[in-house]
């Protein structure tokens, strides 16, 4: 046990322990309490627990499920014989079976995703599809109007679910024999909220050391754009890289956002405009790419070359 991910060993079984928002929750107990389990659309960031309702759907519902992860297994010939072979035959439970097509964002909108179209229709009266992506835009339409579609949305409700996670956090290393600073494992939910996995992940890190205590706030420092700033303006990229290097931990999208939140003190007004563009581009780019260090160092690049900074 002692090997195991945190965030596998303490994924929750069913949807009363998930972490989510009253309206999203109740949604979900309504497919268990009617024991009918409609096509999903699962969407929001990343971490914030898609694929564990997912499976905890299937497991409440005692319904036989597939995965597939979608950016590992795109092609649709994989796709076609695994769902054929898993949703033309007969559930051995009694209950429903489920294609779980996880970061199906990925699965190709020209081929795949038209061909998902058919199989759903196909296999209605056996099977139901449950899709989760980071982005609903890239699925499409057809897919959409065959599911019920739930997005994560978090709304008022961030305080209550970040003390949630906070509560569980405490267990989790409390059975661990972690001894930790409540105020550091708050920090460090503050910092990646509501990335529930990112946060289980980075406190399994810091644990190895037996306490989690002030000393890992150093390594939970915002992000200073001052200097960053300065090595663009001087078009060091040199600095810039190094730049980079030093702050490529840090939640990629935090980053892109704190550098866009910060374009009126550093940039002349007149390039805002092109380094909003800039930002955009990559900041979607960041969802797919294979290095996030050459992704955030591109952008930066960008931003040196054609924005005047003050």
């Not at 014989?81 to 898993?86: L, R």
């Amino acid at each position: 046990m002692e090997n195991l991910l945190w965030v596998e060993e303490y994924r929750p079984k069913n949807i009363d322990d998930c972490i989510l928002p009253k309206s999203i929750k109740k949604t979900f107990k309504e497919f268990v309490k009617n024991k009918e389990l409609p096509n999903l659309l699962l969407s929001g960031g990343a971490g914030v627990g898609k694929t564990t309702v997912a499976r905890a759907l299937c497991k409440e519902l005692n319904a036989d499920y597939m995965m597939i992860n979608g950016s590992e297994e795109s092609g649709i010939d994989v796709i076609r014989t695994k769902i054929k072979s898993f949703a033309s035959t007969v559930s051995l439970s009694g209950g429903q079976k489920v294609v779980i097509l996880d970061e199906a964002d990925y699965l190709n909108p020209q081929s795949t995703q038209p061909a998902l179209r058919g199989f759903i229709e196909e296999f209605h009266n056996n099977c139901r599809f449950i899709f989760t992506c980071n982005f609903k835009n890239r699925i499409i339409e057809p897919l959409h109007s065959r599911c019920s579609v739930i997005e994560f949305k978090i709304n008022g409700e961030r305080k209550d679910l970040a003390g949630q996670l906070l509560d569980r956090c405490a267990v989790i290393l409390q059975e661990h024999n972690i001894e930790y600073e409540s105020k550091v494992v708050a920090e460090l939910i503050i910092k990646h909220f509501p990335d529930n996995r990112r946060v289980l992940n980075e406190l399994q890190r810091y644990s190895v050391s037996g306490k989690i205590d002030s000393g890992i706030l150093v390594n939970l420092s915002e992000v200073s754009l001052k200097e960053l700033a300065l090595h663009l303006k001087e078009k060091e990229f040199t600095k810039v890289r190094k730049w980079v290097v030093n702050n490529i931990d840090n939640d990629p999208t935090k980053i892109f956002r704190k550098i866009y939140d910060n374009l009126y003190i550093y940039l002349d007004p007149t390039t805002i405009p092109a380094a909003v563009i800039i930002i955009g581009e990559y900041q979607y780019k960041s969802a797919f790419v294979a290095d996030q260090e050459i992704n955030l160092l591109a952008c930066l690049t960008e931003m040196m070359t054609q924005c005047r900074f003050k």
